[in-house]
Structure formats: structure tokens, C-alpha cells
């Protein structure tokens, strides 16, 4: 069943540089083949309460795959920039399959 990262900016950027370095980082770690980007600082429609700064979801074949990428090394090593760079929030959630 999929699973989706979802990570929400509460706030702007007040630490350009280390938004550099995890982007620095991330690109050095590569891309996994199980993530498939679905939105990303795409525009957004406020519906209920304070609209985030951003908001990224990733798609993951299941919850394992979505947390190998997030605990790996790498990722890791990259994220602690992000979040010195703005105010973070961050969930896995699993998919939904409509019961047959």
C-alpha cells in the first residue's frame, strides 16, 4: 500500500544558508527510485486554519520504503539544515485502497 511523506514549512526561510547546504547535500545523496515527488511548494488553496509557508508530498510504495529515505544516513545528514533553516513539521501517512 503507498505511503506518502508529507513535509509542511510553517515559515519562511530565515537561515538561507543552510537551506543551501541541505540542498547541497541532497543533491550529492541522489534520488531514491521508490520516491515519486507529488507535489512540491506547489500553489496552494487555503481551506481551513493558517495556510503553511510550503508544503512537499512524496509518494513511497509502502511506510517501510517512506522510512528507509527518511532515517537513512544521508537524508538525515541533509535534513538537519532544513530544519535550521525554517520552522518544519513532517508525517508519513499510508495510503488508502477503496475496499473492493
Not at 543533491?27 to 515519486?36: E, F, H, R, S, Y
Not at 515527488?37 to 496552494?44: D, H, M, S, V
Request: net charge negative.
Amino acid at each position: 500500500m503507498p505511503a506518502y511523506v508529507v513535509i509542511v514549512r510553517e515559515g519562511p526561510i530565515h537561515t538561507p544558508s543552510e537551506m543551501e547546504e541541505y540542498q547541497r547535500k541532497g543533491a550529492k545523496n541522489g534520488v531514491d527510485p521508490n520516491l515519486l515527488p507529488l507535489a512540491i511548494y506547489g500553489a496552494q488553496t487555503p481551506l481551513e486554519g493558517n495556510p503553511p509557508d510550503g508544503v512537499v508530498v512524496l509518494q513511497f510504495p509502502t511506510v517501510e520504503d517512506a522510512k528507509a529515505w527518511y532515517f537513512s544516513e544521508g537524508y538525515q545528514d541533509a535534513s538537519k539544515h532544513r530544519r535550521a533553516a525554517a520552522p518544519y513539521w513532517g508525517v508519513i501517512v499510508e495510503g488508502f485502497e477503496m475496499p473492493k
